[in-house]
């Protein structure tokens, strides 16, 4: 019998396995999070809420309706933790780490899922890869985790020790869920270097991406380093300072965000919402108090996102990169698109186009039908969209809807969030598994522009 399924299985497509792969798993955390050991019972928890915050877990968006400390028990913040965990590694990363501890071989068609999920070109070094991803994810939660553990333990106690390493899986896995309470959450450390700076370095190093990781951890030289590995970089070094300085300079004044603190902590806030708005989507103030400019621009931060291969979300960040790179090459006359002395491949040049045009459309799509299905609207346009790339991008920022959807919205943001988890590569790849046509036809100009 289990031959036969297996068999079965073995001939859907491999983009089909992968999203089946991750709807199955967010329906066991929805049953999970539905058991009375999970819940404390302040708050009726329905069916559709318990899968709206697994696929939200899951998916490391973070888009809650429940505060985790009041609402769920200690099992039920431990179920939280492992589907966050396994939803930041992928589906098919931790059953190729069962596989690989129980001593099985990893068959060729488990390297293709790997390698798919990824969106990578080749099979080879799959298994490494793994151990690299699982050994690098172990790593650094744990040393986050002993230095959050030590600080909270002095302020709380022992239960310190369990929300320094909860919330150090938290910040690399990109999920941005707390288990502070809905009166403190991360407001209160805005004025903490030391909780904010490793949460900083946390979400960092896991929305730089696995690969760009071990490049850095076998290469201590930047010329030994990869021309992937050193886009990812210098988009950070673009990225971060640029998000510090529109959050200082629109919200520095604000009283209801960054207004009433010192001007260093203004500086460190700055920094922590920078980092924290295309990868984690925790924050330190109540994202609807923002001015309409910030809104805007952190709209298209989170449209960003984080590097590939990376356990946050968004177009990516060597998307929007190459797309950038491609239109100043277009300007100044230039057929190739060079970095760091490489040319690059024409193909990643159109990959790049067709992410960013689905992406968009999906996200406007979702935004308008947000909109829409709310039939007392009391939200204009703009607080649809946002909540919309919030999904889609998995950042998790809301403007504070979530408790206020009806039932169709709520299935719409949790599509939005299942795209955004599994990619729209991956997407695309899932309806396109005929095989290509040899047929070509004659070749034609269209005018443009």
Same mark, same amino acid.
């Given at each position: 019998?289990?031959?036969?399924?297996?068999?079965?299985?073995?001939?859907?497509?491999?983009?089909?396995?992968?999203?089946?792969?991750?709807? +199955?798993?967010?329906?066991?955390?929805?049953?999970?999070?539905?058991?009375?050991?999970?819940?404390?019972?302040?708050?009726?928890?329905?069916?559709?809420?318990?899968?709206?915050?697994?696929?939200?877990?899951?998916?490391?968006?973070?888009?809650?309706?429940?505060?985790?400390?009041?609402?769920?028990?200690?099992?039920?913040?431990?179920?939280?933790l492992?589907?966050?965990?396994?939803?930041?590694?992928?589906?098919?990363?931790?059953?190729?780490?069962?596989g690989?501890?129980?001593?099985?071989?990893?068959?060729?068609q488990?390297?293709?899922?790997?390698?798919?999920?990824?969106?990578?070109?080749?099979?080879?070094?799959?298994?490494?890869?793994?151990?690299?991803?699982?050994?690098?994810?172990l790593?650094?939660?744990?040393?986050?985790?002993?230095?959050?553990?030590?600080?909270?333990?002095?302020?709380?106690?022992?239960?310190?020790?369990?929300?320094?390493?909860?919330?150090?899986?938290?910040?690399?896995?990109?999920?941005?869920?707390?288990?502070?309470g809905?009166?403190?959450?991360?407001?209160?450390?805005?004025?903490?270097?030391?909780v904010?700076?490793v949460?900083?370095?946390?979400?960092?190093?896991?929305?730089?991406g696995?690969?760009?990781?071990?490049?850095?951890?076998k290469?201590?030289?930047w010329?030994?380093?990869?021309?992937?590995?050193k886009?990812?970089?210098?988009?950070?070094?673009?990225?971060?300072?640029?998000?510090?300085?529109v959050y200082?300079?629109?919200?520095?004044?604000?009283?209801?965000?960054?207004?009433?603190?010192?001007?260093?902590?203004?500086?460190?806030?700055?920094?922590?919402?920078?980092?924290?708005?295309?990868?984690?989507?925790?924050?330190?103030?109540?994202?609807?108090?923002?001015?309409?400019?910030?809104?805007?621009?952190?709209?298209?931060?989170?449209?960003?996102?984080?590097?590939?291969?990376?356990?946050?979300?968004?177009?990516?960040?060597?998307?929007?990169?190459?797309?950038?790179?491609?239109?100043?090459?277009?300007?100044?006359?230039?057929?190739?698109?060079?970095?760091?002395?490489?040319?690059?491949?024409?193909?990643?040049?159109?990959?790049a186009s067709?992410?960013?045009?689905?992406a968009?459309?999906?996200?406007?799509?979702? +935004?308008?039908?947000?909109?829409?299905?709310?039939? +007392?609207?009391?939200?204009?346009?703009?607080?649809?969209?946002?909540?919309?790339?919030?999904?889609?991008?998995?950042?998790?920022?809301?403007?504070?809807?979530?408790?206020?959807?009806?039932?169709?919205?709520k299935?719409?943001?949790?599509?939005?969030?299942?795209?955004?988890?599994?990619?729209?590569?991956?997407?695309?790849?899932?309806?396109?598994?005929?095989?290509?046509?040899?047929?070509?036809?004659?070749?034609?100009?269209?005018?443009?522009?």
């Amino acid at each position: 019998m289990m031959r036969k399924l297996f068999n079965a299985l073995s001939q859907l497509h491999r983009g089909v396995l992968i999203c089946g792969g991750f709807a +199955a798993f967010m329906l066991f955390g929805a049953l999970l999070l539905m058991l009375p050991i999970s819940q404390t019972g302040t708050k009726e928890v329905s069916f559709l809420d318990a899968l709206f915050m697994s696929v939200s877990i899951v998916s490391v968006t973070g888009m809650s309706m429940f505060d985790l400390k009041t609402d769920f028990t200690i099992f039920g913040q431990l179920v939280v933790l492992f589907l966050m965990q396994v939803g930041g590694l992928g589906i098919m990363t931790m059953m190729a780490m069962v596989g690989i501890s129980r001593g099985r071989k990893i068959r060729l068609q488990e390297r293709l899922l790997i390698r798919d999920s990824f969106n990578l070109q080749t099979p080879s070094g799959m298994v490494m890869l793994v151990r690299k991803i699982i050994l690098m994810t172990l790593s650094i939660e744990f040393c986050a985790g002993t230095i959050l553990a030590a600080y909270f333990f002095t302020q709380n106690g022992w239960i310190g020790i369990y929300q320094g390493y909860w919330h150090a899986v938290s910040a690399f896995t990109n999920c941005g869920m707390d288990i502070m309470g809905n009166d403190v959450g991360f407001a209160g450390m805005a004025a903490n270097p030391l909780v904010s700076t490793v949460v900083c370095i946390s979400m960092l190093l896991g929305g730089v991406g696995f690969i760009a990781l071990d490049d850095l951890l076998k290469h201590h030289r930047w010329s030994a380093l990869t021309l992937n590995s050193k886009f990812i970089l210098v988009m950070e070094m673009i990225l971060i300072p640029l998000g510090v300085i529109v959050y200082f300079l629109l919200e520095g004044n604000n009283p209801a965000t960054l207004g009433h603190l010192s001007t260093a902590e203004k500086w460190q806030s700055a920094f922590f919402m920078s980092i924290s708005s295309r990868m984690a989507g925790f924050t330190l103030f109540d994202i609807h108090a923002m001015n309409n400019a910030t809104g805007l621009i952190i709209m298209l931060f989170m449209f960003i996102g984080a590097a590939p291969v990376s356990t946050a979300g968004g177009i990516r960040t060597t998307t929007i990169g190459l797309l950038l790179l491609s239109l100043w090459s277009w300007i100044r006359g230039r057929k190739d698109v060079v970095i760091f002395h490489k040319r690059v491949d024409p193909e990643c040049l159109v990959k790049a186009s067709n992410v960013f045009t689905l992406a968009t459309v999906l996200t406007f799509l979702t +935004a308008m039908m947000v909109f829409l299905l709310e039939p +007392a609207s009391h939200f204009d346009f703009e607080d649809a969209l946002f909540e919309a790339v919030s999904a889609f991008s998995t950042v998790g920022f809301s403007m504070g809807l979530t408790t206020e959807w009806n039932i169709p919205c709520k299935i719409v943001i949790m599509v939005a969030m299942f795209i955004g988890r599994i990619g729209v590569m991956t997407l695309a790849i899932t309806f396109a598994g005929r095989p290509k046509s040899q047929i070509k036809y004659p070749k034609e100009n269209i005018v443009i522009g």
